[in-house]
Nanobody, 119 residues
Framework: QVQLVESGGGLVQPGGSLRLSCAAS????????MGWYRQAPGQQRELVAT???????NYADSVKGRFTISRDNAENSVYLQMNSLKFEDTAVYYC?????????????WGQGTQVTVSS
């Protein structure tokens, strides 16, 4: 099993920056694809960014050029640097760990951290 603990959320003005952190338990961190997802009230959870163990990244079009995902396998951690924040970035942000084994996929989620962009 994998447990994920998030931190770094808060209140920020438009145009500001935040850095989210996610600490993972276990000894197989490098086997997981890590990601950040977000969910606003009344909306579906959506992908923000993912990163593989070799470092390949993928971003939603809405955040590309503003957000940067990174990971440190030695510390079992993944980060999301968020710059130039907009009102529409307001959401609960969730850390995700995913692993594919044969025809099965296993997903683990953090508790979520609130990000509020407001003037």
């Amino acid at each position: 099993q994998v447990q994920l603990v998030e931190s770094g959320g808060g209140l920020v003005q438009p145009g500001g920056s935040l850095r989210l952190s996610c600490a993972a338990s276990g000894s197989s961190f490098r086997l997981f694809r890590m990601g950040w997802y977000r969910q606003a009230p009344g909306q579906q959870r959506e992908l923000v960014a993912t990163i593989s163990s070799p470092g390949t990244t993928n971003y939603a079009d809405s955040v590309k050029g503003r957000f940067t995902i990174s990971r440190d396998n030695a510390e079992n951690s993944v980060y999301l640097q968020m710059n130039s924040l907009k009102f529409e970035d307001t959401a609960v942000y969730y850390c995700n760990a995913a692993r594919r084994v044969l025809n099965n996929q296993y997903d683990y989620w953090g508790q979520g951290t609130q990000v509020t962009v407001s003037s």
